[in-house]
């Protein structure tokens, strides 16, 4: 039969029930329109973190202890990189700098009368604040009684801290330590951002005086500062082979491996491994919330079936006609069938356009930039269409085996 | 208005005319012991378009029902029958039968040389489409398609191309007195006018067999004469026609009259002489 008429044929009954039509398919709008826009709300936010990561951090490789198993976290944050490893790890080929990083409990900071309490501060070396992330002022220097914060942090406070500004750091057992802000960083770029990329206060300071974590070289003998975490900066051209470099060193000759427990992996993470898993994890979620999208596609699919149904029922007496005059089963069921892709189809092109929408006002409300997702845009078009076919398949074979005469005596 | 429209080559463009010499003997004797007149039983008549050949028909509801027992007859090319009996005669059950639409319990049923007893469901459809113009009492229209939409609908199951299939359409509307008509829905028309066009759907894929059942019960008496008036304009055009009725001043428009009574011909009257 020529498609084109049983288009039409299916076209004039769409139009011919507007009412039960427009509600069929505001169920596949409603689907299609949540599965868009979580997916696209997902890729807005993948986007932006994997922006932030990605744009400056490439060349960062981060060293850390990880649990080999589930247990023992809280051993991994123990100071285990010491001085001798730091040197170590700067004399490797293809390594520009070595950032340790301590982590300092402070149980608030006081600036003027304003307390914000349980916060945490970053030690790290003057060189981890490089000079395209200095919003205004300076790095600290080293030795000094002298911090950096990021913007949110600046921010914090109801009069904003400036490059200049007094703090007061209370440490856990009362003792008061005045500090000098030097700089405001912008906290998303240069060699520290992947501790904050949740966009966090931060308050940074060097590792003289304010890590005090001390532990005794098994290699030198002596005690020696040690890190939870470094940062390595290595030659943007050769990430790969001074991650593996770095590897080998901890694996074999560390202090930190002598220091840390058999349980716990020494591992050497470049920027673009994080961009990695975070996209993973990401993708994750988002296929599971699009996933409970698809479940109101189901419910649309069960809609059109519905309504097929009883469109079969209504239209014995036209299926009779059709085929007294020479209309196979086939034909019949391609009527029916193309009827229900119509409200497939029909649910998708409206239901696209309203989930990029309400997925671009999520993408805004979040703060992130919005994203398109064409993969999942595509699919929910598909999907539809799909729906629709497969919704209308046993209404249509229902309606393929009416009897002829029986539907020429329905009334 | 009626008597104004010419019947144009439209309404029988192939089939018509040619008499076929038939040298086949059909079994037609069950016909001809009833009525023993007619029959298309002698060479030079011309060929049955329809042959029914011992058909019976039974239906389980219950308990065993026959609609039809062992019915034969035959419609020679260009004849008019009417099928008279009373309701539950199975003189519907012989029209569904021969109109494609049902299979014999036994027997066999041919229409324009193709068994339609033994054909598949497909097979039938396609003999419907193209051998069979039903004309019914309630006009079947599709509702939501314009008259010109119905006349071409069987030359779309048929794969007729779509500026055909309108044209020759057009043309049957125009010869049904309807050219002005061709895009209103049903709703929108007559009862005569929606059963001209239905006549006029039923002409579309110029069938050998044109079936009308009850044709003119849905219509007023003057209505009722036009739409005869046109049977008998297809019939002068050597049209085959089959008309199921009740009534006998439709039946005598035929020329023939085939009396079924509890599932058996009783009666052939031929009445071809008497007009």
Redesign the interface.
Known sequence: ??G??AL??AI??VR?HKLRSTLTVVGIVIGIASVVTFATFGASVQAEIVGDIGDSSAGNIYVFGTPADDEGFDRVIQPVFTAGDIENLTGIDGVSNVIPRGVVQVSSIRAGNQTLARQQMTAATPSSITPDSVVSGTAFTSGEQEVVVNERMARAFRENLTAGSTLTLVSADGSERPVTVTGIINGTRGALPISNFARQPRIYGPIDPFHESVVESPSAGVRQRAYPQVTVIAEPRRIAETKTAIETYLTTESDARELSGVDTELVARSGSDFVEEISDVIDQITRFVTGIGVISLVVGAIGIANVMLVSVTERT??I??????????R?VMGVFVIEAALLGTLGSILGVPLGILVGYGAAGYADVTFALAPEWIVLAVVVGLLVGVLAGLYPAWRAARVD??DA?RHE | MVGAWAVSTLLCYDRCGAAKLDTHSYPSHSVSETAGVDGPTETGQPEATVVVDTVSKHYTVGNRVTALDAVSLSLAEGSYTAIMGPSGSGKSTLL?LI?G??TPSSGTVTVDGQQVSSAD??ER??I???AIG?V?QTF??????TAI?NVA??L????WA?ANRRERAAGLLADVGLADRTDHLPAELSGGQRQRVAIA?ALA?DPALILADEPTGNVDTDTGGDILDIFDELHAAGNTLLVVTHERHVAERADRIIHVEDGTVRATESLTGAK
């Open positions: 039969m020529d084109r008429e039409r044929i004039r009954s011919g007496r036209e009779g006609i059709m085929k007294a005059v020479g209309a196979r089963n034909d002829p005469i020429l | 569904n109109g639409l049902d469901e497909d459809a396609a419907r489409g193209t039903f019914f079947n229209l599709m509702p939501r398609l939409e609908l069987p779309v199951f048929d794969g779509e759907r894929p």
